[in-house]
């Protein structure tokens, strides 16, 4: 598209301005070509003819949503106005002092203490790329730093700008971010020492000037050195062109350098007193400015500063005094008084008391000062000559003795702290930090203007090279055609300055004559220059000054000065006085020939990009200039040998006002410092440069459907371009980029505005019309029913007469009577309408009731179908849309094969406009025959023979060509037909396809009654299965139910036995002890077989005796009369075979002696006793088996076994009553022995033993039946577990289909465990019956180990443990279990040194452990949690009440008996915080890479993103980046934290804890992000924000962390996204922002309303009075005053106390552990 184009109504444009440089005009007609006027209207109203040149149309100004951009180049229109105006929009609306020009970073003075440089702003731009962020320092400064660290190449940072810029404080900071990210661990302090050397160099080299409190009045270039680690191991510094005439002479309200007033505020201390120095006010060095104090600057305080970094840097208090006694003296030197005697001498007094203070603190004879500061020696070939000189020559001498002696003490001072600085190391990598001054123009320029000037043409030509270089390197890397671009190169000013004959060596030249002048030089670079060099001029009006072109500038130079300051002398003899000093170092600053070391002579190795001419005389060498050029020189060389990052700083206005933009002072340091001319090397190319990506998310709204339909982005983005813009000069196709000439972006957006705003338009249209046809019915309706009243009203008072008011009486009587009859009739016949009605109604109710009673029993049917149907409906959507999708899908591809054959027709198109063309042309020659023809004809009387012969050639011309004519018709009909027949075969290719298409759809037909029959049969299955899961809650509640009244019954039973149980309690068996025996039976199953067949002969025996008896005396029929079926039913159940047992032997005793009669009834006992026996040794039999089995099962069952157990607490309840009552029935037992020896006793005792054995017949009944409902209430919870865990396994499935595999091994080891367990209690009930006259074995909850096992057991215990794969199936905090029950065995022996020894082992392994696996997220839970663990069974089993009140009495009596383990909770305490800590920090470190990417960048809203163009600095790869975040990563990130530290049995607590410090972390770096990138700060981001916090709140909620204040963290980023998304226009608005917006400080608000960036232009920037509407409100807050939120924050960890469930006799150790030397106790 031509740029004349754009210069149309509404656009806008900038003209120039006398005072604001450029101004804003919108162009009020549109522009033809040829026009000499363009009608404008100024912003103020006025109308304006602005006279143009049609080659030189006024700038065009880019559009609003551009303007404010990072980025410089990401402006589409490039130019010095759209430059001013962004850099004004930014700094005085935006309170942004950064702005990125391409490679350059462009840096406003704010003259304003800003909140952007704090040690978590530098953590914020660490590791991040540069685009990412809003433009900073610390931005360039972590590119070199990251460059230097890839690249392995060195680096260097160029800070240039006018004096008041901002240049040294831009270096500081720089600086600064380089020992903070790099920071190491060794105790030297190398970063510490590298920034104290700042304040030292600002001391002595800075100085008040006109333009800037704290002036560098001197280039240093500081190099910073790294090693293979990247981290700071020294630094080197070189300094150039210290302006030494600041120590003699200061303009007017200008100040000597900071040191001299820092002294003499100082002067009073004691250990200044010998200086002799007094205020500054009293020597003429310091005073000759007027101006000695600066505002807000306490020197004294300084002083001490100055002092510490001395100290810091390893300077003595020696070498410092000696440093302040030179200062000192120079100062004295200034106020030696010379007087003039006559017009040719002069003299200096010997009693002058600054003199001879100067001569006393140097160490020199006062009368040779004296003398030769008056008289100069003359050395000539014949003799030598003393020469008295003037009081003004004099006085010249004295201020060149002073400025050598201050320019050495500089270099001295400088050369120390290189030595402070220096390293022993080897230097992998550097980055240099270049501090020097700005191109210069006063009004009077001088010889360090010139050397200023110098340095910043070769900086400017090298900034250009690397320039050129990067576009090139871009270019090439698109594949973009490369054209040479036409840019400034100033090596013409380099040569006129530089090379041979140049100003550089004819001032050097001059400077060798005895007799030079500056006139004289003048006059040579006249002779030499003018008219030769149109660089070089000579000023109208001045013979004594000259004028050099510079790339800046034209620059104006006055000679007077030049030769005296390029020499820079000092009489010899005066030389000769200091070097006999007895000063040291004052001789050693006039030595002759110093060597003076080179602060990089090994350190790097360079190579000049461009040979630089050098003076092969060493005379000139001593000169400044020489001396200038050759560390410039040596300055190229270094920088070419780097990667360069360039920081431009820019003084905004003269009068340090902060946030006052100056835009004349602007423009003429952004001409001056090359950003412009990196603007005008873009803009010649293609400047703005956009993604795929980025342009099809912006300009989508441009694009058909039909260009929307391709698959391809990049495709369609170049098809759309071709269409819209239709010349291809203006853009260019790269691989990632698309590349457009400059204005092309400011095209697409003014389409893309003008179809935005005819969309509004119609939609505005279309409301507008509905609201006003609401309006027209509403308003119509009103006049109808107003009429309406109205005629009714005029109707009446026209009808109302008295015969008419007595015929309306009569009407209305005659109507009563009427209505009357006629209501009646009616009534009648509606009473037996209804009637009839409620009769069939209520036989239909009847009959309806009745069906449904029938009918009832098919609700499920009719459910069954009508879930079908929904299925069938939800599943035929479903296939609809998949339908959809592949037609869709097909079409397409039909489009694109039409498409395809139509660009063949239009090729077939083409080659008959060709033929065409060829017809008309053979046309043309007819015509031309036939005008020849008639010229023919007006001479044929002459020529009439030729006339023949012309017509017969002409003839047959036309034959020949009729012929052509004919064929080409033939060629045409056979063209068409061949297209005819292309159309038919495209016709039947479109028929094949419309076949196959249809087929395909018939087949997926069928698939799809195929898939609704399977999911009709699976949908029937899991309503069944979903029926059953009903069926089983509603009998696990029943069950439930049950128990606790069988429960109830059992304590109101066992009241009775309560005494006796509390007397055999201690006693008692636990779960443990059962288990233990399982292990035990399984060595000495061969002991129980033999001890089991003993009994049972022994039992045969004893029962052969009484059946013998029982036989001799009674009846067996009687017996079996009085035994019932429960009985018999009693004897086979639950292993009471030895109760039935007792009681035959008790009834067998009473038998013997009374009742002869019950004999039948105990034979039948007898027989069912051996049933029993029988029954036994088959369980023993079983018993074996089962032990077997045993020893196959994996130890992680054994353990699950235990977490059952005690889950159910009951179920060992009722064992230990079991158990207790086994021993009371022993005990019984042993009375009924003692009955038995006494059987022969009295009748009466045998007739009471008798009442008593009936009594406990009673209670043996009570008992078997209690144990009865004890062991049907254990199956019922076991059947009850298996139960749960199989629902549980039914869900997990459901939900985690990815630990479907685990689950089922878990729950078939389950299944197998809780049959086992229902077998084993029998059968260890059964065999500890058998075994009880071995005794009863108690666990005590002790593992017992050796002292010499101590190391064996923290090696395999904690150090080598491996928490994954065994966490699943172990008790929480197993270790830790195990741990405490060593302790309490050494506490059990009173052994004091095994005990001390075995805790500091195991705190020390902890440690180890934590510190090998520091970056291991699953083993720092893991120890963390066992630690806790560890701790609370320290204080459960302490003894201590506040512990123990949570116990059962069993662990009561576990507790530690005899040592006070108090100082060790203590120390593990803190080492739990300490692994805390770090488990914080590796969750951290995991997430926070995770953060910024998935919550901020992340659109996890589609449709309301909205890119805008990112410039130079961010130019991302158009190919859609899969590996990146999402906010689902965050929330996966989230969840796996959770999951790990669930399953390690951390306690939820702590894991409450844990989630709020991680979710204070991504609220933290989230808003720390959104504050520094102004390209985020958007409504559209504030609901992307807003919707991935409530993904964080959803995922709270779904993990039951709701009272975690996990979601209170995230109040000031949900208050941030309000703040994005709110309106921002009245007063009532600003009053809600600061009501609302609580969470966030004022610097934070006004941060993020300086920030607000429209992506479109119809959304309104903040303006800056809504802005300082919102300030003066917060103005009363006392908030902070930081910007960013300490993300390093941690909030205070508390440790909760939980006690232990798990009885420590229970516990059993896996093998995996390797304890088998540990044994229970």
């Not at 009203?793 to 008011?805: E, H, I």
């Not at 098919?858 to 035929?876: C, D, H, N, S, T």
């Not at 029954?1175 to 032990?1187: A, D, G, M, P, T």
């Not at 004091?1392 to 699953?1418: C, P, R, Y």
Request: charged share 30%.
């Amino acid at each position: 598209m031509a740029v004349a184009a754009l210069y149309t109504q509404y656009n806008r444009v900038w003209i120039p301005d006398p005072e604001e440089v450029w101004k804003s005009a919108e162009i009020a007609k549109d522009y033809r070509a040829g026009d000499k006027v363009l009608r404008l209207l100024l912003e103020d109203g006025t109308e304006l003819d602005y006279s143009i040149d049609p080659e030189a149309l006024p700038p065009l100004r880019n559009p609003d949503i551009l303007v404010g951009e990072n980025d410089l180049t990401a402006l589409s229109y490039l130019h010095e106005p759209a430059v001013l105006h962004n850099l004004r929009v930014r700094f005085a609306e935006s309170k942004l002092i950064y702005t990125y020009s391409g490679i350059i970073l462009v840096a406003m003075n704010p003259y304003k203490q800003l909140p952007i440089y704090g040690d978590a702003i530098i953590h914020a731009y660490s590791g991040q790329n540069m685009g990412d962020m809003d433009p900073h320092i610390f931005a360039v400064a972590e590119e070199a730093y990251k460059q230097m660290a890839r690249n392995n190449k060195n680096q260097s940072i160029i800070v240039s700008g006018e004096s008041g810029a901002g240049k040294t404080v831009s270096a500081r900071y720089a600086m600064r971010y380089f020992a903070t990210v790099s920071k190491s661990s060794s105790t030297a302090h190398v970063e510490d020492k590298v920034l104290a050397s700042n304040p030292i160099t600002e001391a002595v080299g800075n100085a008040k000037t006109t333009r800037n409190d704290n002036s560098s009045r001197f280039g240093k270039y500081t190099e910073i050195s790294f090693d293979e680690r990247n981290q700071i191991i020294g630094a080197n510094m070189r300094t150039y062109l210290l302006e030494k005439s600041r120590v003699v002479f200061q303009s007017e309200n200008e100040r000597n350098y900071h040191i001299f007033y820092q002294l003499c505020a100082s002067a009073q201390k004691p250990e200044f007193k010998h200086l002799k120095l007094g205020s500054a006010a009293e020597f003429s060095y310091t005073r000759m400015g007027g101006s000695t104090v600066i505002e807000g600057v306490d020197d004294r305080a300084d002083m001490v500063e100055t002092q510490k970094t001395f100290t810091l840097l390893g300077f003595k208090e020696d070498f410092q005094m000696d440093v302040f006694k030179i200062l000192a003296a120079i100062l004295h030197l200034g106020n030696v008084q010379i007087t003039a005697v006559g017009s040719e001498r002069s003299i200096v007094s010997g009693d002058d008391s600054h003199l001879m203070v100067f001569c006393e603190l140097l160490g020199l004879d006062s009368g040779k000062v004296a003398q030769w500061l008056c008289n100069r020696k003359i050395i000539t070939t014949s003799e030598t000559v003393v020469k008295t000189m003037t009081r003004p020559q004099a006085i010249n001498a004295r201020d060149a003795l002073a400025k050598k002696i201050y320019a050495h003490l500089f270099d001295y001072i400088v050369e120390r702290i290189n030595q402070a600085l220096q390293f022993s190391g080897k230097q992998h990598t550097f980055i240099g930090v270049l501090d020097i001054y700005g191109f210069e123009t006063f009004d009077v320029n001088s010889f360090e203007q010139f050397c200023i000037n110098y340095a910043n043409e070769k900086l400017q030509q090298q900034f250009n090279l690397h320039v050129f270089k990067l576009e090139q390197e871009e270019y090439m890397k698109e594949d973009i055609p490369w054209t040479l671009i036409d840019f400034y190169d100033n090596q013409p000013v380099i040569d006129l300055i530089e090379t041979k004959m140049g100003i550089l060596e004819l001032l050097d030249e001059e400077c060798l004559l005895p007799h030079g002048t500056d006139e004289n030089w003048l006059q040579k670079l006249y002779n030499n220059f003018i008219n030769k060099n149109s660089l070089f001029e000579k000023p109208r009006m001045s013979n004594t000054s000259f004028i050099i072109q510079h790339f800046a500038d034209k620059v104006e130079y006055q000679c007077e000065g030049f030769l005296e300051k390029n020499r820079d002398t000092v009489y010899d003899m005066l030389v000769e006085t200091l070097r006999a000093s007895k000063f040291h170092l004052c001789a050693k600053f006039f030595q002759e020939n110093p060597v003076s070391p080179s602060p990089f002579g090994s350190a790097i190795t360079i190579r000049s990009a461009k040979q630089v001419i050098k003076p092969n005389n060493k005379q000139f060498r001593t000169t400044v200039g020489s001396k200038f050029r050759s560390s410039l020189s040596l300055l190229m060389e270094t920088l070419n040998a780097t990667t360069p990052h360039y920081v431009r700083c820019i003084k905004p206005n003269d009068e340090k006002l902060p946030f006052e933009f100056d835009s004349r002072r602007t423009v003429q340091q952004l001409r001056a410092c090359g950003v412009l001319e990196t603007i005008r090397i873009s803009a010649q190319s293609y400047p703005s440069r956009w993604t795929y990506i980025e342009f099809y998310s912006r300009y989508g709204i441009l694009m058909t459907k039909q260009e929307l339909a391709f698959g391809d982005k990049r495709e369609v983005c170049k098809v759309v371009l071709h269409r819209l813009i239709q010349d291809s000069n203006q853009y260019q196709f790269g691989k990632t980029k698309i590349f457009f000439r400059a204005g092309q972006v400011a095209y697409l957006e003014k389409l893309r505005l003008d179809k935005l705003r005819q969309g509004c338009v119609v939609i505005q249209k279309h409301i507008r019309g509905w609201l006003q046809r609401k309006r027209f019915l509403r308003e119509r309706q009103a006049a109808v029913t107003i009429q309406q009243y109205f005629r009714g009203q005029r109707t009446v008072r026209r009808a109302v007469t008295a015969a008419a008011l007595k015929e309306a009486w009569a009407a209305i009587v005659i109507q009563k009577y009427c209505r009357g009859y006629l209501v009646r009739s009616l009534y009648q016949l509606i009473r037996v309408a209804t009637v009839t009605i409620q009769a069939y109604t209520r036989g239909f109710l009847a009959r309806r009731k009745y069906r449904k009673m029938l009918e009832e029993h098919k609700a499920v049917i009719l459910q069954k179908y009508a879930r079908a149907w929904l299925a069938r409906r939800r599943f035929q959507s479903i296939r609809r849309f998949v339908l959809n999708i592949q037609l869709t899908y097909r079409v397409q591809r039909l489009q694109k094969k039409l498409e395809d054959q139509n660009k063949e027709n239009h090729g077939l198109v083409e080659k008959l406009t060709s033929l065409a063309a060829v017809r008309a042309g053979d046309v043309e020659k007819i015509q031309k025959l036939e005008s020849e023809l008639d010229r023919a004809a007006a001479h044929r009387r002459d020529y009439e023979e030729k006339g023949k012969k012309h017509k017969a050639a002409v003839e047959e011309q036309l034959a020949k060509l009729q012929k052509n004519n004919s064929e080409l018709k033939t060629q045409k009909e056979q063209l068409q037909q061949k297209l005819q027949e292309q159309t038919e075969e495209l016709k039947g290719k479109m028929d094949d396809l419309t076949k196959q298409l249809f087929d395909d759809v018939q087949k997926e037909e069928q698939q799809r009654i195929l898939l609704e029959k399977s999911f009709e049969l699976k949908t029937q299955d899991f309503e069944k299965q979903i029926c059953s899961l009903k069926e089983e809650i509603s009998a696990l509640k029943d069950e439930k139910t049950q128990l606790q009244h069988q429960l109830e019954e059992e304590r109101t039973t066992s009241e009775g036995l309560r005494g006796e149980v509390a007397r055999l309690s201690k006693q008692a068996k636990t779960i443990s002890e059962f288990e233990k025996e399982i292990e035990l039976l399984q060595t000495q199953k061969i002991d129980v077989e033999k001890h089991v067949q003993s009994q049972k002969r022994e039992m045969r025996e004893k029962m052969s005796e009484v059946t013998k008896q029982l036989l001799e005396s009674y009846d067996i029929g009687d017996v079996r009369s009085r035994l019932s079926v429960e009985d018999l039913e009693h004897l086979n159940e639950d292993g009471e075979l030895w109760f039935a047992y007792e009681g035959l032997k008790k009834a067998t005793r009473v038998l013997e002696s009374h009742f002869q009669s019950q004999k039948d009834c105990y034979e039948q006992e007898i027989e069912a006793l051996n049933f029993k026996v029988v029954h036994l040794s088959q369980e023993i039999n079983h018993l074996q088996k089962l032990f077997r089995e045993e020893n196959d099962i994996n130890e992680s069952i054994r353990h699950e076994v235990t977490r059952l157990t005690s889950e159910n607490m009951m179920i060992p309840d009722f064992k230990q009553q079991i158990s207790e009552l086994e021993k009371q029935n022993h005990d019984l037992e042993t009375r009924l022995n003692e009955h038995t020896e006494n059987r022969k006793g009295k009748l009466e005792e045998v007739s009471d033993q008798l009442n008593r054995s009936r009594e406990e017949g009673l209670q043996r009944k009570t008992i078997e039946a209690q144990n009865e409902t004890h062991t049907e209430e254990k199956e019922k919870l076991v059947d009850r577990s298996q139960e749960m865990q199989e629902a549980s396994e039914h869900l997990k499935k459901q939900s985690q289909a990815d630990l479907e595999e685990q689950l089922d091994m878990k729950d078939r080891v389950i299944k197998k465990l809780q049959e086992q367990v229902k077998a084993l209690t029998k059968t260890i009930e059964k065999a500890s019956d058998v075994h009880l006259s071995s005794g009863p074995k108690e666990y005590l909850g002790m593992l017992e180990y050796k002292r010499e096992d101590e190391a064996k057991l923290i090696q395999n215990l904690i150090l080598d443990l491996k928490p994954r794969g065994v966490v699943v199936n172990m008790v929480p905090g197993l270790p830790a279990h195990i741990l405490f029950m060593c302790v309490r065995y050494a506490d059990s022996l009173n052994d004091a040194n095994m005990l001390k020894s075995l805790m500091n082992s195991t705190i020390n392994g902890i440690k180890q452990v934590v510190k090998d696996h520091l970056e291991d997220f699953e083993m720092l839970s893991f120890w963390l949690s066992n630690t806790c663990h560890f701790l609370n069974c320290l204080k459960q089993y302490s003894g201590e009440e506040e512990f123990m009140k949570h116990n059962s009495p069993h662990q009561n009596r576990n507790c530690l008996n005899n040592f006070d383990l108090s100082e060790y909770r203590q120390i593990l305490s803190d080492v739990a915080i300490r692994i805390y800590h770090q488990f914080i920090i590796v969750m951290e470190n995991n997430i926070q890479p995770i953060i910024v990417p998935g919550m901020l960048e992340y659109e996890s809203l589609q449709g309301i993103s909205g890119l805008k163009p990112t410039g130079f600095r961010k130019r991302s790869s158009s190919i859609d980046d899969t590996d990146a975040y999402t906010m689902t990563s965050v929330l996966q990130q989230l969840s796996y934290f959770y999951s790990t530290m669930s399953q390690n049995g951390l306690d939820p607590e702590i894991v409450r804890q844990a989630v709020k410090q991680l979710f204070f972390l991504i609220g933290a770096v989230t808003l720390n992000s959104l504050l520094l990138r102004k390209d985020m700060c958007s409504c559209r981001k504030g609901m992307q924000i807003r919707c991935n916090i409530s993904y964080l709140e959803e995922w709270l909620k779904d993990k039951n962390l709701q009272n975690s204040l996990a979601k209170e963290t995230l109040e000031p980023l949900s208050q941030a996204a309000w703040l994005l998304q709110v309106k921002k226009t009245t007063d009532s608005d600003a009053k809600e922002i600061y009501e609302r917006c609580t969470s966030l400080s004022a610097v934070q608000i006004i941060k993020i309303l300086n920030s607000y960036t429209p992506i479109d232009d119809f959304e309104k920037r903040v303006t800056p009075s809504f802005v300082r509407k919102v300030q003066a409100l917060l103005s009363s807050r006392e908030d902070s005053s930081q910007l960013m939120l300490d993300t390093r924050y941690t909030f205070q960890v508390m440790f909760p106390f939980t006690p232990s469930p798990h009885a420590l006799e229970m516990i059993q150790i896996p093998s995996s552990f390797k304890l088998g030397f540990l044994k229970r106790v």
